[in-house]
């Protein structure tokens, strides 16, 4: 499985992006999806995840009700809305897929087989 993450910029605070991840190789609608982030100096962190069908998400404290993540499992794709940015949400943002047959997100980065390559998403102040 190949992820492609893109969608990432600079836009200033109380802006929006829409980040995508697009996954080559094989379809991945039995697999829980997560995107994460990372921050410079700090650890690679959980930002929300969804289930295979999309029916479920989950948020770190801090984006939720500011971030949306959806997916098109037809289009082999999974989708973070931002809303709202803030400063702090000034990251580098990976995609990551779980093991085929894992139908759950995970807030775990060792449960997650396949990463994107990531893309910086910068917000000013």
């Known amino acids: 499985v190949q992820l492609q993450a893109s969608g990432g910029g600079l836009v200033q605070a109380g802006g929006s992006l829409r980040l995508s991840c697009a996954a080559s190789?094989?379809?991945?609608?039995?697999?829980?999806m997560g995107w994460f982030r990372q921050a410079p100096g700090k650890e690679r962190e959980f930002v929300g995840g969804?289930?295979?069908?999309?029916?479920?998400?989950y948020y770190a404290d801090s984006v939720e009700g500011r971030f949306t993540i959806s997916r098109d499992n037809a289009k082999n794709m999974v989708y973070l809305q931002m809303n709202s940015l803030r400063p702090e949400d000034t990251a580098v943002y990976y995609c990551?897929?779980?093991?085929?047959?894992?139908?759950?997100?995970?807030?775990?980065?060792?449960?997650?087989?396949?990463w994107g390559q990531g893309t910086l998403v910068t917000v000013s102040s």
């Open positions: 969804i289930m295979w069908n999309g029916v479920n998400t």
């Open positions: 190789g094989r379809t991945l609608s039995r697999n829980g």
């Open positions: 990551a897929v779980r093991e085929d047959g894992t139908y759950y997100y995970s807030r775990r980065r060792e449960d997650y087989n396949y």
